[in-house]
């Protein structure tokens, strides 16, 4: 689960640009992506309007991806919507943070306005369940790719792992192999981080306290908390990816259950220095979703398709260290991108994946006993 959103607090000021905005709208001035635009530039969620609904976008011809923004984002206009625009001339354009709040008040409105969404897995079959979101189309989309990251209402989209990195200077005789050693601040000193926001955290206590990895599903949430607590003391918290690399470069922690994409990135920026490996990394995948009653209709599914290419897997894995989830994919990753890959044979055995089956049945309670014990 990613940042929580944060409350539109400058709504209030905001009434004579959001006045404008839904002036130009009634008279059909605005197309969907400029709506969308504007909006930005009047610093409101369209959502807010109730003008965004399918009604007035019926026969859109164009396809809105919602994504994480930041690099991740980047990546994916990269290697995925200017390739597909270019090869078909349908736009695709990239929005951001599809959290699920978001996506229930857009379908509940009937005003949605994305297409196409990068959402946890988990989020995926929640939301599926609760009807917000459309089945995946796989007559025309593949769902042959790494065994528990695909199900009906969300197609793999790629794979990424909780990693332990580490600052190879703080370790003259040796870093961090383990969970274990994550947890052992007398052998390996300094301030560690985890994800704010729970996941990765739990899957990794359990494993220092023993756990195997074919044990640690379904997750024993207390026994998981009772070991984060052995070392509140030396813990510290980020937010966001960003806020997880600048813990690391700054010396602020000297080692960080964080996303392997981060992880390769510091690798690279730091010349080694900071690093990292796959034992014990806990494998997580994000999917492809469609809200319910999303403008742009079943032109999704061609585009999704496309995100299957094997060139594309490739591309994803090589621009931003997101592992490739077909099996057509994976067979053929070139050997100086194996490395960086969490889904490899050999990267991929060291590591357990996340049950999102059980994510989406405890996340929100998981939650809120993780943030109540890290705020106490």
Not at 2 to 18: D, H, Y
Not at 70 to 96: M, N, R
Not at 284 to 291: A, H, I
């Amino acid at each position: 689960m990613r940042e929580e959103e944060m409350r539109p607090t400058r709504f209030q000021t905001l009434k004579a640009q959001q006045l404008g905005v839904a002036s130009k709208m009634l008279r059909n001035e605005l197309t969907r992506r400029n709506f969308i635009k504007s909006c930005a530039v009047a610093g409101i969620a369209p959502t807010l309007l109730g003008l965004t609904g399918r009604k007035g976008w019926a026969e859109a011809r164009e396809i809105i991806l919602s994504n994480w923004g930041g690099d991740s984002g980047k990546a994916q206009e990269q290697v995925f919507a200017l390739p597909y625009t270019e090869k078909t001339g349908i736009p695709i354009h990239v929005d951001t943070s599809p959290l699920e709040g978001r996506i229930k008040a857009m379908v509940d409105a009937g005003n949605v306005i994305w297409d196409v969404m990068d959402i946890d897995n988990f989020s995926a079959i929640k939301l599926g369940k609760e009807g917000y979101l459309r089945p995946i189309d796989y007559s025309i989309v593949n769902r042959d790719t790494v065994p528990g990251t695909s199900f009906d209402h969300g197609v793999a989209a790629y794979v990424m792992s909780y990693v332990i990195a580490y600052d190879k200077s703080k370790f003259p005789d040796g870093p961090p192999q383990t969970w274990a050693d994550f947890w052992d601040v007398e052998r390996f000193p300094g301030k560690r981080a985890l994800y704010k926001w729970l996941t990765g955290a739990l899957d990794a206590a359990l494993l220092a306290d023993g756990v195997s990895k074919e044990q640690v599903y379904p997750i024993d949430i207390p026994r998981a908390l009772a070991k984060i607590e052995q070392i509140k003391d030396h813990l510290v918290y980020w937010d966001s990816g960003a806020e997880s690399q600048q813990l690391l470069r700054n010396g602020d922690v000297s080692m960080a259950c964080i996303w392997s994409s981060r992880a390769f990135a510091l690798e690279k920026e730091t010349e080694g220095r900071i690093t990292f490996h796959w034992n014990e990394a806990v494998a997580y995948g994000d999917t492809w979703s469609v809200p319910k009653d999303n403008p742009a209709g079943d032109l999704v599914w061609p585009f999704i398709a496309s995100m299957q290419d094997v060139d594309k897997q490739i591309g994803l894995l090589a621009v931003n260290a997101a592992g490739p989830v077909t099996t057509e994919a994976n067979g053929q990753v070139p050997n100086d991108l194996r490395r960086l890959n969490p889904t490899d044979p050999e990267n991929w055995k060291l590591q357990v994946l996340m049950d999102a089956q059980w994510w989406s049945e405890n996340y929100d309670d998981a939650l809120a006993a993780y943030t109540d014990l890290i705020a106490g």
